[in-house]
DNA sequence: AAATAAACGAGACGGTACGTCAGGTCTTGAA
DNA sequence: TTCAAGACCTGACGTACCGTCTCGTTTATTT
């Protein structure tokens, strides 16, 4: 997470335990009590850690939590699911799942605002979290173009911009859903979403 | 903004003036600072005002600040551009001027971050900030249909679910390419994005 | 009270049941919150009187205090009980159970701290409470004089010496034991009290 | 001064300096400014000190002024003078010296009044300032009656009760004088006083 | 009766200090 | 060298009172 400094021979060596106490303390404080509730002492007090060995590993509120939101997205996965409907449709509801759930409610959209002062922690999220999601678009539009249902770009920048907007449209619409207009992303919103989504990708552009 | 009533004549009557100068001292705020390095008592100070007024008229920074921020959304208008392409590519160009704007950069996310936990402030956000883009969108689409642009729909219930659709991938996207991504919302991508939104609500669903 | 000015006629007069339901009020304030608590607000509303009435009457908290107390040594006299033991028995007992009341053991002393840096307010106490006190010392000697109980001073300041040392004497004593030693004044100590005073006025210097 | 506990041998131990810069910055803020002008805000900063750290230490204003004044009557002494007289006058001087001063007359009476509604401030007033008082008198008394001057009691209640009463004498005059009647306790006044006071113990009570 | 003028209630206003809380650092002794 | 503990400095919090002000209203006296 930090320190990949593999020297460091001499003196009491960390706590490896420390690290998933803090992260775990992190997650259980966010549901408790949402970020702006949350304090560091608190979550040193709960992880039975002192302060400073938590500000031994982190530079501050923002990179904890980014850490311990980071880690709810590692179960995202893209399991070959048929067609590009299903795929898409999968993907979708695992990302509304992990939103749905509190510690990332509260969490995620407090560092994306922070991130806007902050090019270091807007670095750190775009790295732990955004590029993960990204990858996971990548993938799926590459194994539809293998299965023919998304046409191959010619242009390198083109498939650049594409991949990227569809990216802003799949987790933007999902994130805006959840987060702003206070609804649930379930079957019927996103099978909804998916056709849009997908007519829009393949339908000839006339 | 608050107390509406039309009642309490007696006493002195609040200064008009000092909503006027807060907001705007928010705001000025906001972009010097930041959300969180934002304080009420530097508000008052720049806004010529003692804190205790600021206090009587806004519950905290949450409020404010959704308030602040509202106003920048006053400048979104639908003129009739000519066709449905034109009018959404015009009113997302707009949105993404705001969301370009660094008062709006810092205090938005963090103001929907903070409703994650709290529905009054859930309710003000919806109130004063997403229906009236709401609006705009409903407003865009029965254009459209208008001028044969869209379908109608006939069942009132999924007319309701498709303008909510609309609505979050549009905002969405443009709030996570802004945002999330940290990439302007520039015409190339207004484009391609309105390009892809347009082709999935009117192609034949095949 | 204040405003001794006899002109004024035109325009409204003050009203007079005011002042008396103020005093009223800051004596009841006394008792129930003690002085540090007291506050001016809080006695307006008591009184049934805006704050600004109550300001047009007093400089503040330290003034309205004093006159508020001053009446409570309205009652202080000095009957003829036959001999000088018993009148000071008897004045001694009157002025320690107005210091038990507890609207004069707040008040009194936190006036007194504060004259300590206040020439006004320390005349207006000595005005308006001390003097009175004093009076009455000055008139006990005067008849125990002309009873032959005591000496008469040939040298006017001797006599003016002596009689502010037997005052600061007396109002010393009971207000020690009251309010810093924290014991009642009761009939037994002031007859101790009474003797070894008598005692040090009356015997042979020898 | 507190917790005189001498358990607490875990974490950083409590600067003893500071408790020193406290109370004498408490000193000169009461020269400067008086007790009702103190803040403390305004003594930590002289103190070079964190407002916390000053909460940590003390529970309030009144407790802090209470020791910072007791300190000052730590001068007091009773040295053998050769009679008692000599040793009343000697004390009184001392006593009228230490409350001429701006920092003790500010003080102490406002501390006094706060403890008519606080039992425990009233506690901590005479653990560290009455009793140490109190035991300069009755040291004094009994060195006098070693000498032959003032009588042996039989009955140690009415011991008690003498004491009591010299020291509420003896203190209150000086009180009195110096505080309510605004005079200075001078060499002259202090002779007067004691030749009243030793002659009302020790005259035949006839 | 009308005009004038001051006092009145209500309550908003600019300030100042309050006592508390969290952030992030530092100092101790033990591991 | 890390750790737990906890004291430390900093700075913002939200509240309470201060004493002033600005309203509209009331109650006298003066025309």
């Given at each position: 997470m930090q320190s990949r400094t593999p020297a460091a021979r001499t003196g009491r060596p960390r706590s490896a335990a420390a690290d998933a106490a803090i992260l775990a303390?992190?997650?259980?404080?966010?549901?408790?009590l949402g970020w702006s509730k949350l304090t560091l002492g608190d979550v040193a007090t709960r992880a039975g850690v002192a302060k400073t060995t938590l500000y031994r590993r982190w530079a501050g509120k923002n990179e904890l939590v980014v850490d311990a939101v980071a880690e709810l997205f590692d179960e995202l996965e893209l399991p070959d699911r048929g067609s590009l409907a299903a795929d898409v449709e999968g993907v979708v509801l695992?990302?509304?799942?992990?939103?749905?759930?509190?510690?990332a409610k509260s969490g995620l959209m407090a560092v994306v605002a922070e991130s806007t002062r902050d090019a270091a922690l807007r670095a750190r999220i775009r790295g732990s979290i955004v590029e993960r999601q990204m990858r996971?678009?990548?993938?799926?539009?590459?194994?539809a173009q293998r299965r023919g249902e998304l046409?191959?770009?010619?242009?390198?920048?083109?498939?650049?911009?594409?991949?990227?907007?569809?990216?802003?449209?799949?987790?933007?619409?999902?994130?805006?859903?959840?987060?702003?207009s206070g609804n649930q992303a379930?079957?019927?919103?996103?099978?909804?979403?998916?056709?849009v989504l997908l007519l829009g990708l393949t339908a000839p552009s006339a």
């Open positions: 303390a992190t997650r259980a404080a966010l549901v408790e695992q990302f509304a799942a992990i939103l749905a759930r509190p510690e996971l678009v990548l993938e799926g539009r590459a194994r046409a191959l770009e010619g242009d390198p920048a083109e498939a650049a911009r594409t991949g990227e907007l569809i990216f802003d449209m799949v987790a933007g619409a999902v994130v805006h859903r959840t987060l702003v379930d079957e019927e919103w996103v099978r909804g979403f998916t056709r």
